[in-house]
Protein backbone atom coordinates (compact mmCIF):
# COMPACT_ATOMS: atom_id res chain seq x y z
CA UNK A 1 0.00 0.00 0.00
CA UNK A 2 0.61 3.55 -0.95
CA UNK A 3 0.96 6.05 2.20
CA UNK A 4 0.68 9.43 2.26
CA UNK A 5 4.59 11.58 2.39
CA UNK A 6 3.81 13.19 4.64
CA UNK A 7 1.36 11.29 7.00
CA UNK A 8 4.55 11.18 9.55
CA UNK A 9 3.86 14.47 10.02
CA UNK A 10 -0.51 13.46 11.08
CA UNK A 11 -1.64 11.08 13.73
CA UNK A 12 -3.25 8.56 11.02
CA UNK A 13 -6.26 8.21 13.89
CA UNK A 14 -7.27 11.63 12.78
CA UNK A 15 -7.51 11.50 9.02
CA UNK A 16 -9.84 12.27 6.90
CA UNK A 17 -9.80 15.74 9.02
CA UNK A 18 -12.91 17.40 10.13
CA UNK A 19 -12.43 20.33 7.39
CA UNK A 20 -15.20 20.86 4.73
CA UNK A 21 -15.11 19.44 1.84
CA UNK A 22 -13.18 22.02 -0.39
CA UNK A 23 -11.76 24.08 2.64
CA UNK A 24 -8.23 25.97 1.64
CA UNK A 25 -7.00 24.10 4.98
CA UNK A 26 -6.04 21.04 3.68
CA UNK A 27 -3.94 22.88 1.06
CA UNK A 28 -2.33 24.49 3.78
CA UNK A 29 -1.45 21.70 5.83
CA UNK A 30 0.48 19.86 2.70
CA UNK A 31 2.48 23.44 2.29
CA UNK A 32 3.29 23.40 5.87
CA UNK A 33 4.70 19.65 5.66
CA UNK A 34 6.04 20.30 2.65
CA UNK A 35 8.33 22.87 4.10
CA UNK A 36 9.32 20.64 6.90
CA UNK A 37 10.11 18.10 4.99
CA UNK A 38 12.09 19.94 2.82
CA UNK A 39 13.48 21.79 6.09
CA UNK A 40 14.46 17.70 6.74
CA UNK A 41 12.20 17.49 9.78
CA UNK A 42 11.74 13.12 10.02
CA UNK A 43 9.14 14.60 12.93
CA UNK A 44 7.75 17.35 14.55
CA UNK A 45 9.89 16.42 18.09
CA UNK A 46 11.32 19.89 18.29
CA UNK A 47 8.20 21.32 18.03
CA UNK A 48 5.35 22.56 19.89
CA UNK A 49 1.51 23.45 18.42
CA UNK A 50 -0.47 26.05 20.02
CA UNK A 51 -3.99 27.14 18.90
CA UNK A 52 -7.29 28.92 20.32
CA UNK A 53 -10.57 28.40 18.80
CA UNK A 54 -12.07 27.93 15.66
CA UNK A 55 -11.46 26.02 12.91
CA UNK A 56 -8.09 26.59 12.15
CA UNK A 57 -6.88 26.01 15.72
CA UNK A 58 -7.99 22.72 14.44
CA UNK A 59 -5.37 22.22 12.17
CA UNK A 60 -2.60 20.90 15.24
CA UNK A 61 -5.26 19.67 17.47
CA UNK A 62 -5.64 16.93 16.87
CA UNK A 63 -4.09 16.64 13.72
CA UNK A 64 -0.15 16.74 14.16
CA UNK A 65 1.64 13.94 15.32
CA UNK A 66 3.44 16.44 17.73
CA UNK A 67 2.74 17.97 21.28
CA UNK A 68 -0.12 20.65 20.65
CA UNK A 69 -2.12 22.45 23.13
CA UNK A 70 -5.58 24.02 22.29
CA UNK A 71 -5.97 27.03 24.42
CA UNK A 72 -9.03 29.81 24.78
CA UNK A 73 -10.52 31.88 21.99
CA UNK A 74 -7.47 33.92 21.23
CA UNK A 75 -4.89 33.36 23.49
CA UNK A 76 -2.79 30.91 21.86
CA UNK A 77 0.11 33.45 21.56
CA UNK A 78 0.30 34.37 24.96
CA UNK A 79 0.34 30.27 26.04
CA UNK A 80 2.59 29.89 23.06
CA UNK A 81 5.01 33.10 24.44
CA UNK A 82 5.01 31.38 27.90
CA UNK A 83 6.08 28.19 26.47
CA UNK A 84 9.05 29.59 24.66
CA UNK A 85 10.33 31.63 27.69
CA UNK A 86 10.38 27.98 29.66
CA UNK A 87 11.44 25.78 26.44
CA UNK A 88 13.55 28.60 23.74
CA UNK A 89 14.90 25.23 22.51
CA UNK A 90 11.39 24.39 21.01
CA UNK A 91 9.99 25.86 18.18
CA UNK A 92 6.74 27.10 18.97
CA UNK A 93 3.80 27.61 16.23
CA UNK A 94 0.81 29.04 16.44
CA UNK A 95 -2.21 28.14 14.52
CA UNK A 96 -5.29 30.31 14.04
CA UNK A 97 -8.22 32.18 12.25
CA UNK A 98 -8.74 35.38 11.39
CA UNK A 99 -11.17 35.95 14.01
CA UNK A 100 -8.72 34.20 16.79
CA UNK A 101 -5.47 36.08 15.66
CA UNK A 102 -6.64 39.17 14.78
CA UNK A 103 -10.20 39.31 16.36
CA UNK A 104 -10.21 38.81 19.88
CA UNK A 105 -6.48 38.36 20.13
CA UNK A 106 -5.81 40.99 18.30
CA UNK A 107 -3.77 42.99 21.11
CA UNK A 108 -1.57 39.45 22.09
CA UNK A 109 -0.87 39.50 18.06
CA UNK A 110 0.26 43.45 18.31
CA UNK A 111 2.64 42.93 21.33
CA UNK A 112 4.11 39.65 20.58
CA UNK A 113 5.08 41.39 17.09
CA UNK A 114 6.84 44.12 19.28
CA UNK A 115 8.59 42.08 21.53
CA UNK A 116 10.33 39.89 18.70
CA UNK A 117 8.95 36.93 20.32
CA UNK A 118 10.76 33.81 19.04
CA UNK A 119 7.06 32.37 17.57
CA UNK A 120 5.59 31.66 14.50
CA UNK A 121 2.15 32.79 14.00
CA UNK A 122 0.12 31.39 10.95
CA UNK A 123 -3.34 33.26 10.69
CA UNK A 124 -6.22 31.33 8.32
CA UNK A 125 -7.57 34.15 7.19
CA UNK A 126 -11.40 33.53 5.59
CA UNK A 127 -12.50 36.42 5.91
CA UNK A 128 -15.50 35.21 8.92
CA UNK A 129 -16.17 33.37 11.75
CA UNK A 130 -16.33 30.18 9.96
CA UNK A 131 -17.28 27.70 12.79
CA UNK A 132 -20.11 29.97 14.57
CA UNK A 133 -21.61 30.11 10.99
CA UNK A 134 -20.47 32.93 8.93
CA UNK A 135 -20.55 36.11 11.02
CA UNK A 136 -18.54 39.43 10.01
CA UNK A 137 -15.09 38.85 11.10
CA UNK A 138 -12.50 41.81 11.58
CA UNK A 139 -11.01 40.90 8.16
CA UNK A 140 -14.37 40.88 6.43
CA UNK A 141 -14.45 43.30 3.27
CA UNK A 142 -16.75 46.14 3.39
CA UNK A 143 -20.24 45.71 2.33
CA UNK A 144 -19.80 41.78 2.37
CA UNK A 145 -22.96 40.46 3.65
CA UNK A 146 -22.65 38.22 6.39
CA UNK A 147 -24.77 36.54 9.05
CA UNK A 148 -24.65 39.53 10.95
CA UNK A 149 -24.04 41.94 8.46
CA UNK A 150 -27.56 40.92 6.52
CA UNK A 151 -27.08 44.61 5.11
CA UNK A 152 -23.86 44.25 4.10
CA UNK A 153 -20.32 44.47 6.29
CA UNK A 154 -20.32 48.66 7.50
CA UNK A 155 -17.03 48.42 8.41
CA UNK A 156 -13.19 48.48 6.98
CA UNK A 157 -11.10 45.11 7.23
CA UNK A 158 -7.82 45.00 9.06
CA UNK A 159 -5.00 45.07 6.56
CA UNK A 160 -3.33 42.72 9.36
CA UNK A 161 -0.04 42.05 7.97
CA UNK A 162 0.72 45.97 7.59
CA UNK A 163 -0.36 46.54 10.85
CA UNK A 164 1.87 43.20 11.95
CA UNK A 165 4.87 44.38 10.31
CA UNK A 166 4.56 48.12 11.48
CA UNK A 167 4.30 46.88 14.89
CA UNK A 168 7.67 44.22 14.38
CA UNK A 169 8.73 40.97 14.03
CA UNK A 170 10.88 39.44 12.03
CA UNK A 171 9.16 38.18 9.05
CA UNK A 172 5.37 39.28 7.68
CA UNK A 173 4.25 37.68 4.21
CA UNK A 174 0.35 36.90 3.13
CA UNK A 175 -0.03 34.45 0.23
CA UNK A 176 -3.81 32.85 -0.56
CA UNK A 177 -4.01 29.04 -0.51
CA UNK A 178 -4.12 29.05 -4.56
CA UNK A 179 0.13 30.02 -4.04
CA UNK A 180 1.19 27.28 -3.04
CA UNK A 181 4.83 27.15 -4.32
CA UNK A 182 5.07 30.62 -2.57
CA UNK A 183 3.98 29.58 0.72
CA UNK A 184 6.13 26.44 1.10
CA UNK A 185 9.05 28.78 0.22
CA UNK A 186 7.39 31.25 3.24
CA UNK A 187 7.39 28.58 5.49
CA UNK A 188 10.82 27.36 4.55
CA UNK A 189 12.05 30.62 5.21
CA UNK A 190 9.54 31.47 8.49
CA UNK A 191 10.61 28.38 10.41
CA UNK A 192 14.11 28.33 11.48
CA UNK A 193 14.27 32.05 11.75
CA UNK A 194 14.49 33.56 15.66
CA UNK A 195 12.07 36.43 16.19
CA UNK A 196 8.52 36.77 15.60
CA UNK A 197 7.57 35.22 12.31
CA UNK A 198 3.66 36.01 10.74
CA UNK A 199 2.34 34.48 8.10
CA UNK A 200 -1.18 34.96 7.06
CA UNK A 201 -3.15 32.55 4.18
CA UNK A 202 -6.43 33.50 2.42
CA UNK A 203 -8.43 30.66 2.16
CA UNK A 204 -12.31 30.62 0.67
CA UNK A 205 -14.87 29.30 3.62
CA UNK A 206 -16.19 27.21 1.73
CA UNK A 207 -19.35 26.17 3.47
CA UNK A 208 -20.29 29.96 5.21
CA UNK A 209 -19.21 32.31 2.14
CA UNK A 210 -18.47 30.22 -1.27
CA UNK A 211 -21.64 28.20 -1.37
CA UNK A 212 -23.28 31.86 -0.75
CA UNK A 213 -21.93 33.95 -2.99
CA UNK A 214 -22.30 30.66 -5.80
CA UNK A 215 -18.90 29.55 -6.26
CA UNK A 216 -17.09 26.32 -6.07
CA UNK A 217 -14.24 26.25 -3.73
CA UNK A 218 -11.96 25.84 -6.58
CA UNK A 219 -13.46 28.78 -8.41
CA UNK A 220 -13.32 30.69 -5.11
CA UNK A 221 -9.38 29.80 -5.05
CA UNK A 222 -9.23 31.33 -8.28
CA UNK A 223 -10.86 34.50 -7.62
CA UNK A 224 -8.97 34.75 -4.56
CA UNK A 225 -5.66 34.76 -7.24
CA UNK A 226 -7.41 37.10 -9.34
CA UNK A 227 -7.86 39.80 -7.16
CA UNK A 228 -4.26 39.49 -5.63
CA UNK A 229 -2.10 41.69 -6.28
CA UNK A 230 2.07 41.08 -5.56
CA UNK A 231 3.33 43.87 -2.93
CA UNK A 232 6.30 44.36 -5.45
CA UNK A 233 3.83 45.82 -7.87
CA UNK A 234 2.01 48.24 -5.78
CA UNK A 235 4.89 50.43 -5.52
CA UNK A 236 3.87 53.84 -6.69
CA UNK A 237 0.46 52.83 -6.62
CA UNK A 238 -1.74 54.62 -4.39
CA UNK A 239 -4.08 52.84 -2.02
CA UNK A 240 -7.20 53.42 -3.51
CA UNK A 241 -6.09 52.11 -7.05
CA UNK A 242 -5.30 48.97 -5.19
CA UNK A 243 -8.62 49.27 -3.56
CA UNK A 244 -10.35 45.78 -3.41
CA UNK A 245 -7.02 43.78 -4.32
CA UNK A 246 -5.48 41.28 -1.58
CA UNK A 247 -1.85 42.50 -1.25
CA UNK A 248 -0.03 39.20 -1.32
CA UNK A 249 4.16 38.41 -0.59
CA UNK A 250 6.54 38.82 1.74
CA UNK A 251 6.22 42.33 3.52
CA UNK A 252 8.95 42.07 5.59
CA UNK A 253 12.15 39.80 6.27
CA UNK A 254 15.15 41.13 8.62
CA UNK A 255 16.95 39.71 11.31
CA UNK A 256 16.58 41.30 14.16
CA UNK A 257 17.62 39.73 17.76
CA UNK A 258 14.58 38.01 19.06
CA UNK A 259 12.88 37.66 22.51
CA UNK A 260 15.22 35.25 23.80
CA UNK A 261 18.50 36.65 22.46
CA UNK A 262 17.54 39.88 23.94
CA UNK A 263 17.13 38.03 27.47
CA UNK A 264 20.82 36.77 26.50
CA UNK A 265 22.50 40.00 25.94
CA UNK A 266 20.88 41.94 28.90
CA UNK A 267 22.33 39.03 30.83
CA UNK A 268 19.20 37.11 31.82
CA UNK B 1 15.99 24.59 62.36
CA UNK B 2 17.70 27.62 61.25
CA UNK B 3 15.87 30.85 61.37
CA UNK B 4 16.56 33.82 59.63
CA UNK B 5 15.05 36.83 60.84
CA UNK B 6 13.65 39.03 58.10
CA UNK B 7 11.68 42.52 57.75
CA UNK B 8 8.84 42.14 54.99
CA UNK B 9 5.47 42.80 53.75
CA UNK B 10 3.18 40.59 53.10
CA UNK B 11 3.71 40.94 49.38
CA UNK B 12 7.51 40.39 49.24
CA UNK B 13 6.87 37.84 52.24
CA UNK B 14 4.51 36.55 49.18
CA UNK B 15 7.07 37.05 47.06
CA UNK B 16 9.99 35.17 48.80
CA UNK B 17 8.12 32.14 49.21
CA UNK B 18 7.58 31.58 45.98
CA UNK B 19 11.06 31.73 45.17
CA UNK B 20 11.79 29.42 47.74
CA UNK B 21 9.32 27.11 46.69
CA UNK B 22 11.02 26.92 43.31
CA UNK B 23 9.01 29.40 41.48
CA UNK B 24 10.70 30.53 38.01
CA UNK B 25 8.33 32.05 36.25
CA UNK B 26 6.14 35.06 36.47
CA UNK B 27 4.05 37.16 34.54
CA UNK B 28 1.54 39.69 35.40
CA UNK B 29 0.63 43.25 35.26
CA UNK B 30 1.04 46.01 37.05
CA UNK B 31 -2.22 46.70 39.67
CA UNK B 32 -2.29 48.46 42.49
CA UNK B 33 -2.04 47.28 45.45
CA UNK B 34 0.05 44.19 43.85
CA UNK B 35 2.57 45.79 41.61
CA UNK B 36 5.06 46.06 44.65
CA UNK B 37 4.94 42.17 44.12
CA UNK B 38 5.72 41.78 40.99
CA UNK B 39 8.62 44.92 40.73
CA UNK B 40 10.30 42.75 43.55
CA UNK B 41 9.34 39.14 41.16
CA UNK B 42 11.37 41.77 38.29
CA UNK B 43 14.13 42.34 39.82
CA UNK B 44 15.07 38.71 41.96
CA UNK B 45 13.86 36.20 39.55
CA UNK B 46 16.38 36.64 37.13
CA UNK B 47 19.46 36.43 39.40
CA UNK B 48 17.75 32.91 40.25
CA UNK B 49 17.59 31.82 36.88
CA UNK B 50 14.01 32.33 36.40
CA UNK B 51 11.87 34.37 33.84
CA UNK B 52 10.32 37.61 34.38
CA UNK B 53 7.79 39.16 31.81
CA UNK B 54 5.30 42.03 32.26
CA UNK B 55 2.38 40.86 29.99
CA UNK B 56 -0.09 43.26 27.76
CA UNK B 57 -2.94 42.74 30.28
CA UNK B 58 -3.54 40.21 32.50
CA UNK B 59 -5.58 37.65 30.21
CA UNK B 60 -1.82 37.39 28.52
CA UNK B 61 -0.25 36.93 32.00
CA UNK B 62 -2.57 33.99 33.03
CA UNK B 63 -2.11 32.44 30.02
CA UNK B 64 1.43 33.19 29.75
CA UNK B 65 1.75 30.93 32.90
CA UNK B 66 -0.14 28.53 31.42
CA UNK B 67 1.99 28.09 28.39
CA UNK B 68 5.10 28.31 31.33
CA UNK B 69 3.68 25.49 33.82
CA UNK B 70 2.65 23.03 31.03
CA UNK B 71 6.12 23.61 29.88
CA UNK B 72 8.10 23.41 32.85
CA UNK B 73 8.12 26.17 35.27
CA UNK B 74 6.48 26.76 38.60
CA UNK B 75 5.01 29.65 37.24
CA UNK B 76 2.85 32.66 39.30
CA UNK B 77 0.90 35.45 38.62
CA UNK B 78 0.02 38.18 41.50
CA UNK B 79 -2.84 40.73 40.63
CA UNK B 80 -5.89 42.87 42.33
CA UNK B 81 -9.85 42.72 41.55
CA UNK B 82 -10.07 43.95 38.43
CA UNK B 83 -6.95 42.25 36.70
CA UNK B 84 -8.55 39.00 38.93
CA UNK B 85 -11.26 39.49 36.63
CA UNK B 86 -9.48 39.34 34.08
CA UNK B 87 -7.81 36.15 34.59
CA UNK B 88 -10.84 34.35 35.31
CA UNK B 89 -11.14 32.34 31.79
CA UNK B 90 -7.45 31.78 31.76
CA UNK B 91 -7.81 30.03 35.63
CA UNK B 92 -10.60 27.93 34.38
CA UNK B 93 -8.25 26.45 31.57
CA UNK B 94 -6.24 25.88 33.85
CA UNK B 95 -8.20 23.54 35.93
CA UNK B 96 -9.43 21.92 32.88
CA UNK B 97 -6.39 21.48 31.45
CA UNK B 98 -4.24 20.69 34.98
CA UNK B 99 -1.60 22.89 34.80
CA UNK B 100 0.05 23.92 38.45
CA UNK B 101 0.11 27.44 38.74
CA UNK B 102 -0.54 29.88 41.63
CA UNK B 103 -2.53 33.20 41.72
CA UNK B 104 -2.00 36.00 44.32
CA UNK B 105 -4.74 38.60 44.77
CA UNK B 106 -4.30 40.84 46.88
CA UNK B 107 -7.38 42.28 47.55
CA UNK B 108 -8.83 46.05 47.07
CA UNK B 109 -12.04 47.84 47.23
CA UNK B 110 -14.75 47.11 44.59
CA UNK B 111 -16.80 46.80 42.41
CA UNK B 112 -14.94 48.00 38.72
CA UNK B 113 -12.73 50.33 39.74
CA UNK B 114 -13.93 51.16 43.24
CA UNK B 115 -10.84 52.35 45.92
CA UNK B 116 -7.94 50.74 44.09
CA UNK B 117 -5.36 51.61 47.14
CA UNK B 118 -7.58 50.86 50.45
CA UNK B 119 -8.25 47.38 51.35
CA UNK B 120 -11.45 44.77 51.24
CA UNK B 121 -12.52 41.25 51.45
CA UNK B 122 -14.93 41.62 48.77
CA UNK B 123 -13.18 38.79 46.62
CA UNK B 124 -14.01 35.77 48.24
CA UNK B 125 -16.89 34.59 46.26
CA UNK B 126 -14.83 35.76 42.92
CA UNK B 127 -12.00 33.36 43.79
CA UNK B 128 -14.12 30.43 44.26
CA UNK B 129 -16.83 31.06 41.35
CA UNK B 130 -15.27 33.43 39.16
CA UNK B 131 -14.98 30.64 36.55
CA UNK B 132 -17.87 29.31 34.22
CA UNK B 133 -18.76 25.52 34.43
CA UNK B 134 -18.20 22.95 37.12
CA UNK B 135 -14.83 24.37 37.94
CA UNK B 136 -13.33 23.76 42.00
CA UNK B 137 -9.70 25.46 42.95
CA UNK B 138 -7.81 26.00 46.32
CA UNK B 139 -8.07 29.21 48.07
CA UNK B 140 -5.72 29.77 50.87
CA UNK B 141 -5.81 33.15 52.76
CA UNK B 142 -2.69 35.08 54.80
CA UNK B 143 -3.57 36.71 58.05
CA UNK B 144 0.06 37.86 58.86
CA UNK B 145 3.23 38.70 56.53
CA UNK B 146 4.73 34.69 57.74
CA UNK B 147 1.69 33.10 56.95
CA UNK B 148 1.73 35.14 53.26
CA UNK B 149 5.41 33.63 52.94
CA UNK B 150 4.15 30.20 54.26
CA UNK B 151 0.91 29.74 52.57
CA UNK B 152 2.55 30.68 49.29
CA UNK B 153 5.06 27.80 49.31
CA UNK B 154 2.23 26.02 50.58
CA UNK B 155 0.17 27.18 47.74
CA UNK B 156 2.86 25.58 44.81
CA UNK B 157 3.65 22.76 46.86
CA UNK B 158 -0.81 22.09 46.51
CA UNK B 159 -0.11 23.09 42.59
CA UNK B 160 2.41 20.59 42.26
CA UNK B 161 1.10 17.85 44.38
CA UNK B 162 -2.99 18.17 42.57
CA UNK B 163 -1.97 19.57 39.09
CA UNK B 164 -4.19 22.49 40.17
CA UNK B 165 -4.28 26.55 39.62
CA UNK B 166 -4.27 27.72 43.39
CA UNK B 167 -5.32 31.45 44.46
CA UNK B 168 -3.23 32.92 47.32
CA UNK B 169 -6.03 35.62 48.66
CA UNK B 170 -4.08 38.55 50.24
CA UNK B 171 -5.91 41.97 51.54
CA UNK B 172 -4.54 45.21 51.03
CA UNK B 173 -3.74 45.37 54.89
CA UNK B 174 -1.22 42.18 54.44
CA UNK B 175 -0.28 42.86 51.40
CA UNK B 176 1.90 46.39 52.47
CA UNK B 177 2.00 45.39 56.35
CA UNK B 178 5.60 45.30 57.46
CA UNK B 179 6.44 42.81 60.17
CA UNK B 180 10.15 41.07 61.69
CA UNK B 181 9.28 37.64 60.47
CA UNK B 182 11.68 34.52 61.20
CA UNK B 183 11.76 32.40 58.34
CA UNK B 184 12.72 28.57 58.80
CA UNK B 185 15.10 27.78 56.67
CA UNK B 186 14.33 23.84 55.79
CA UNK B 187 11.20 24.07 53.96
CA UNK B 188 9.44 21.47 52.52
CA UNK B 189 9.25 21.78 48.56
CA UNK B 190 6.89 19.67 46.63
CA UNK B 191 8.44 18.67 42.86
CA UNK B 192 6.46 18.15 39.84
CA UNK B 193 6.06 14.27 38.76
CA UNK B 194 6.75 14.28 35.23
CA UNK B 195 6.57 11.55 33.06
CA UNK B 196 9.06 11.34 29.63
CA UNK B 197 6.62 7.11 28.55
CA UNK B 198 3.51 7.60 26.44
CA UNK B 199 0.50 7.62 28.62
CA UNK B 200 -2.66 8.62 29.78
CA UNK B 201 -1.72 12.06 30.77
CA UNK B 202 -5.37 13.24 32.12
CA UNK B 203 -6.79 10.06 33.66
CA UNK B 204 -5.85 8.38 37.31
CA UNK B 205 -7.17 4.54 38.14
CA UNK B 206 -6.89 6.86 41.71
CA UNK B 207 -8.83 10.12 41.20
CA UNK B 208 -7.22 11.63 44.40
CA UNK B 209 -3.74 11.21 42.87
CA UNK B 210 -3.50 13.25 39.66
CA UNK B 211 -1.26 11.70 36.53
CA UNK B 212 1.70 12.85 36.10
CA UNK B 213 2.80 15.75 33.66
CA UNK B 214 4.17 14.66 30.25
CA UNK B 215 7.41 16.35 28.98
CA UNK B 216 7.38 18.30 25.94
CA UNK B 217 9.95 18.04 22.82
CA UNK B 218 10.31 14.28 23.84
CA UNK B 219 8.34 12.70 21.41
CA UNK B 220 4.98 11.98 23.24
CA UNK B 221 2.91 14.17 21.12
CA UNK B 222 0.85 15.31 24.23
CA UNK B 223 -2.64 16.37 23.93
CA UNK B 224 -3.33 19.56 25.90
CA UNK B 225 -7.18 20.75 25.01
CA UNK B 226 -9.27 22.92 27.04
CA UNK B 227 -12.44 20.85 25.57
CA UNK B 228 -13.51 18.18 27.28
CA UNK B 229 -10.74 15.47 26.84
CA UNK B 230 -10.39 11.54 27.28
CA UNK B 231 -7.45 10.10 29.40
CA UNK B 232 -5.00 10.67 26.31
CA UNK B 233 -6.29 14.00 25.47
CA UNK B 234 -8.53 13.58 22.12
CA UNK B 235 -11.50 16.09 22.30
CA UNK B 236 -14.89 14.00 23.31
CA UNK B 237 -16.83 17.00 22.61
CA UNK B 238 -20.27 14.99 22.62
CA UNK B 239 -19.36 12.28 24.72
CA UNK B 240 -21.49 12.62 27.96
CA UNK B 241 -19.60 9.70 29.85
CA UNK B 242 -16.23 11.50 28.81
CA UNK B 243 -16.94 14.79 30.51
CA UNK B 244 -18.91 13.32 33.69
CA UNK B 245 -15.71 11.33 34.26
CA UNK B 246 -13.07 14.36 33.07
CA UNK B 247 -15.22 16.88 35.41
CA UNK B 248 -15.71 14.42 38.37
CA UNK B 249 -12.27 13.44 38.52
CA UNK B 250 -10.66 16.60 38.82
CA UNK B 251 -13.02 17.72 42.03
CA UNK B 252 -12.34 14.39 43.33
CA UNK B 253 -8.76 15.01 43.05
CA UNK B 254 -9.79 18.46 45.16
CA UNK B 255 -12.13 16.71 47.55
CA UNK B 256 -10.34 13.88 48.14
CA UNK B 257 -7.26 15.39 49.66
CA UNK B 258 -9.78 17.98 51.64
CA UNK B 259 -8.02 16.53 55.18
CA UNK B 260 -4.87 18.11 53.56
CA UNK B 261 -6.08 21.12 52.15
CA UNK B 262 -8.42 22.22 54.73
CA UNK B 263 -5.97 24.27 57.48
CA UNK B 264 -7.03 26.69 60.11
CA UNK B 265 -6.10 27.99 63.36
CA UNK B 266 -8.51 28.55 66.75
CA UNK B 267 -7.55 30.96 69.92
CA UNK B 268 -9.66 31.45 72.92
CA UNK B 269 -11.52 29.51 75.40
CA UNK B 270 -11.72 25.60 74.46
CA UNK B 271 -15.48 25.71 74.57
CA UNK B 272 -16.61 29.02 73.93
CA UNK B 273 -20.25 31.02 74.31
CA UNK B 274 -19.23 33.30 71.43
CA UNK B 275 -17.28 32.05 68.41
CA UNK B 276 -15.84 34.90 65.65
CA UNK B 277 -15.08 33.02 62.25
CA UNK B 278 -12.65 34.95 60.36
CA UNK B 279 -10.48 35.01 57.29
CA UNK B 280 -7.11 37.33 56.04
CA UNK B 281 -6.73 40.64 58.12
CA UNK B 282 -9.61 41.07 60.26
CA UNK B 283 -8.32 37.86 62.11
CA UNK B 284 -6.16 40.03 63.92
CA UNK B 285 -8.38 42.69 65.43
CA UNK B 286 -10.63 39.60 66.24
CA UNK B 287 -8.23 38.12 67.84
CA UNK B 288 -7.68 40.86 70.08
CA UNK B 289 -11.29 41.64 70.93
CA UNK B 290 -11.01 37.41 72.11
CA UNK B 291 -8.53 38.16 74.16
CA UNK B 292 -10.48 41.46 75.59
CA UNK B 293 -13.56 39.69 76.39
CA UNK B 294 -12.13 36.93 77.94
CA UNK B 295 -10.05 38.93 80.22
CA UNK B 296 -13.82 40.89 80.86
CA UNK B 297 -15.30 37.38 82.02
CA UNK B 298 -16.72 36.44 78.34
CA UNK B 299 -15.67 32.74 77.23
CA UNK B 300 -14.63 33.64 73.28
CA UNK B 301 -12.67 32.19 70.65
CA UNK B 302 -11.73 32.98 67.19
CA UNK B 303 -11.66 30.30 64.78
CA UNK B 304 -9.03 31.81 61.53
CA UNK B 305 -9.73 30.27 58.02
CA UNK B 306 -6.34 29.99 56.53
CA UNK B 307 -7.89 27.54 53.78
CA UNK B 308 -11.10 29.47 51.78
CA UNK B 309 -11.73 26.64 49.34
CA UNK B 310 -12.69 24.14 49.60
CA UNK B 311 -14.14 24.26 53.06
CA UNK B 312 -14.25 21.28 55.26
CA UNK B 313 -17.72 21.80 56.56
CA UNK B 314 -17.62 18.92 59.14
CA UNK B 315 -14.78 20.44 60.87
CA UNK B 316 -16.83 23.44 60.66
CA UNK B 317 -19.49 22.73 62.37
CA UNK B 318 -17.48 20.94 64.85
CA UNK B 319 -16.41 24.69 65.78
CA UNK B 320 -19.83 26.24 65.28
CA UNK B 321 -22.05 23.33 66.95
CA UNK B 322 -19.87 24.38 70.41
CA UNK B 323 -20.70 27.87 71.00
CA UNK B 324 -23.92 29.88 71.40
CA UNK B 325 -23.16 32.39 68.93
CA UNK B 326 -21.33 32.78 65.95
CA UNK B 327 -19.66 36.27 64.64
CA UNK B 328 -19.00 36.28 61.03
CA UNK B 329 -16.39 39.74 60.81
CA UNK B 330 -15.55 40.55 57.02
CA UNK B 331 -14.35 43.60 55.67
CA UNK B 332 -17.23 43.31 52.78
CA UNK B 333 -20.60 43.25 52.95
CA UNK B 334 -21.21 39.03 53.82
CA UNK B 335 -19.34 36.70 51.56
CA UNK B 336 -17.79 33.76 54.14
CA UNK B 337 -20.84 34.29 56.30
CA UNK B 338 -22.73 31.86 53.60
CA UNK B 339 -20.23 29.17 54.47
CA UNK B 340 -21.47 29.68 58.37
CA UNK B 341 -24.71 30.07 58.31
CA UNK B 342 -24.99 26.59 56.46
CA UNK B 343 -23.64 24.97 59.48
CA UNK B 344 -24.72 27.14 61.97
CA UNK B 345 -28.43 28.77 61.26
CA UNK B 346 -30.06 31.47 62.79
CA UNK B 347 -27.24 31.90 65.57
CA UNK B 348 -24.53 33.47 63.50
CA UNK B 349 -24.42 36.95 63.23
CA UNK B 350 -22.78 39.06 60.42
CA UNK B 351 -20.66 41.93 61.20
CA UNK B 352 -19.88 44.46 57.98
CA UNK B 353 -17.79 47.12 57.21
CA UNK B 354 -16.47 48.33 53.90
CA UNK B 355 -14.97 51.91 52.28
CA UNK B 356 -11.82 53.59 53.25
CA UNK B 357 -9.43 50.45 54.04
CA UNK B 358 -10.38 51.17 57.54
CA UNK B 359 -10.21 47.98 59.52
CA UNK B 360 -12.55 46.27 61.69
CA UNK B 361 -11.17 47.29 64.89
CA UNK B 362 -11.05 45.06 67.91
CA UNK B 363 -12.81 47.86 70.00
CA UNK B 364 -16.20 47.82 67.42
CA UNK B 365 -15.77 43.62 67.83
CA UNK B 366 -15.95 44.14 71.82
CA UNK B 367 -19.00 46.48 71.43
CA UNK B 368 -20.87 44.25 69.21
CA UNK B 369 -21.04 41.83 71.79
CA UNK B 370 -21.56 43.42 74.35
CA UNK B 371 -24.51 44.69 72.19
CA UNK B 372 -25.62 40.80 71.17
CA UNK B 373 -24.74 38.63 73.67
CA UNK B 374 -26.20 39.62 77.10
Known amino acids: ?268 | MIIIRRFWTGNIASAEGALRAGCNFYAGYPITPSSDLMEYMARELPKRGGVFIQGEDEIASINMLIGASIAGAKAMTATSGPGFSLMQEGIGLAVMLEAPLVIVDVMRLGPATGQATKSGQGDLMQSRWGRHGDQVLVVYAPSSVKEAFLLTIKAFNTAESLRTPVVVLLDELIGHLWEVIDVPEDIEVVERVWSSEPGAFFDSEVPENPPPMPKLGVGLNVLYTGSTHDGYGFRKTQDPDAHNKLVRRIHRKIYGNLDRIFIYDYHGEDAPDILFITFGSVSRPTTEAVDILNSDGYRVGILKLMTLWPIDYTVLKSFVDKSQIVIVPEMNLGQLIHDVKMVGGDKVYRFNKIGGGIPIYSSELVGYVKEVYK
Open chain 1, 1 to 268: MISHPYLKYLRSETVPTVFCPGCGIGILMKAFFEALDKLEYSDMREFVFVSGIGCSAWIPSPHFKADTIHTLHGRAIPVATGVKLVRPDLNVVVFGGDGDIAGIGGNHLLHAARRNMDILVIMVNNEVYGMTGGQVAPTTPLGMKTTTTPYGNPEHPLDTCSVVASAGGNYVARWTVGHYDQLVKSFIEAIPKNGFRFIEVLTPCTSRVSSRIGLSPAQHIKQLIKDSILIDKTEGIKLEEIGKKYVIGVFKNVDNPGYIEMLRRLGR
